[in-house]
């Protein structure tokens, strides 16, 4: 298994090369040169794996044995996997009329973040430690992403992990994930401004080679290969449990999954493209709040970033910039990295992009959409509970709210992804009239001392942001190693 920037510029490279990365150097995104097929007699027998078993099939089709032996794959999934709060790692929750919700957050961070994290974080410590060296990951984040790299990189000896994350525009729960660790090798910063803010100093950084070579930096956002590849797992796992595929004939067409995602930064969206191209019949639909480019872009073909990003009450997917969506129209385009390459730079030059006619009817065939306000996020998340005694996190009701406002074919199973606890997000559960008892775990958090440094908003803030980290990297996180990839 080899691996290719989106962009057409960098192949041949191997899964340790993409795991240390960020972007491409050509500014791309990795993504494997071919993607595995799987048989209906390789999915018929996969019923009835555990999760965990099942992201280490899913993993072993990525990772070639000579980097990563089967038996230590086994090992470093079931480590990584073996903190979670429900023996199953994911849970199910049958509710009425069809409405089957994906519990995807019994991690530490209480986000689905912490299924890709942990096992990620695994790879790279495996890599470290067998090499005796040292990185830098370096992390914006909406919210979750950052929480999620801290509490599973803390106290590591070959990691240090420098998290920023748009101050006043996440939960204090959010907050705390960061903030209350106090380990030498987090560091954390609370900016002033968005999340696509933080992504503009942060592409600086990276395009740096000299400081990529000598601090070993890489990224654990969804650009990371592996956050993607990991999250694969979840979209077979909810179609082997929710499809009814064993109802089906033995020699006949596998059944349909409708699946409703959540969607910002689209990785998960972009996890779902990629598992229908390995033959899952999936019917993938993106549901995004007030910040609604992914829905403009599949409805219109309209790829533009409104001039603001608005606050919601789902913070984690109040993005303007969904870069995964680069992965799905490379796929979408035969893998075609010239035509990406164009698409992309004139998108990050001038912020809009219009797809060609061909390719907009191209990605409307797979993926539908659909956007959804704040007051139909508390309307969602009051109706579930009245109807289910279930609460909802208001990103999960992002996407149950197409289950009360969409029709539905007859017949085809639904699957609602749920990305976080509503224990993050008690002023949203507070707004919608309901009330949700916290985790111990979760009020421990105000108890606990808390370290973070600020970014201010300057007239020239990106590259006083882009310098204020690089001092911090150069300052206190100690020197790495030069990555063959760059």
Known sequence: ??????????HGRDFRDVLFSGYAPDGGMFMPESVPVLSPDTLRGWRGLTYTKLVVEVA?????????????????????????????????????????????????????KDLAMTCTVRFLDYFLRKENR????????SGDTGGSAIQSAKGLSGLDV???????????????????????????FAA????????????????????????????????????????????????????GMEQAETDGDLPELEVVVPTGGAGNIAAGYIVKQMGLPLKLVAMVNSNDIVHRT????????????????????????????ERVFWLLLGRDGAAVKNMMEEFQQSYRHSLQENNHKLLSQVLSSGTVTDEGILETMRRCWEENQYVLCPHTAVAVWHHY????????????????????????????????????????????????ENLERSQNWCKDWEDRLREKIQKDCKIGFYFKNN
């Open 1 to 10: 298994m080899q691996y290719c920037s989106t962009r057409g510029g960098v």
């Open 60 to 112: 072993s089709l990525f990772i070639p044995t000579q980097l990563i032996p089967r038996e230590d794959l086994e090992v470093l999934v079931g480590e990584a996997l073996s903190g979670f709060s429900v023996p199953e790692v994911l849970r199910i929750a049958w509710l009425k009329e069809g409405l089957s919700v994906l519990e995807l957050f019994h991690g530490d961070t209480l986000a689905f």
């Open 134 to 141: 040292r990185a830098t990951v370096l992390v914006g984040t």
């Open 162 to 188: 420098v998290v920023i994350y748009p101050r006043g525009r996440i939960t204090p729960v959010q907050e705390k994930h960061m903030i209350t660790c106090l380990e030498d090798n987090v560091h954390v």
């Open 192 to 243: 002033d401004g968005s999340s696509d803010d933080i992504d503009q100093p942060l592409r600086c950084l990276f395009a740096d080679q000299e400081l990529v070579r000598s601090h070993g930096l890489l990224s654990l956002n969804s650009v990371n290969w592996s956050r993607v590849m990991i999250q694969l797992a979840h979209f077979i796992y909810a179609y082997l449990e929710l499809s």
């Open 298 to 325: 599949v409805t219109s073909g309209d790829f533009s970033m409104a001039a603001n990003v608005t606050q919601t009450l789902a913070p984690a997917i109040d993005i303007q910039d969904p870069y995964n969506m």
């Open 405 to 452: 406002h969409c029709s539905h074919s007859p017949g085809l199973n639904r699957c609602y992804i749920a990305t976080a606890s509503p224990a993050k997000f008690q002023a949203a559960v507070q707004k919608a009239g309901l009330t949700f008892d916290l985790p111990e775990a979760v009020l421990a958090l105000d108890k606990l001392a808390i370290r973070y």
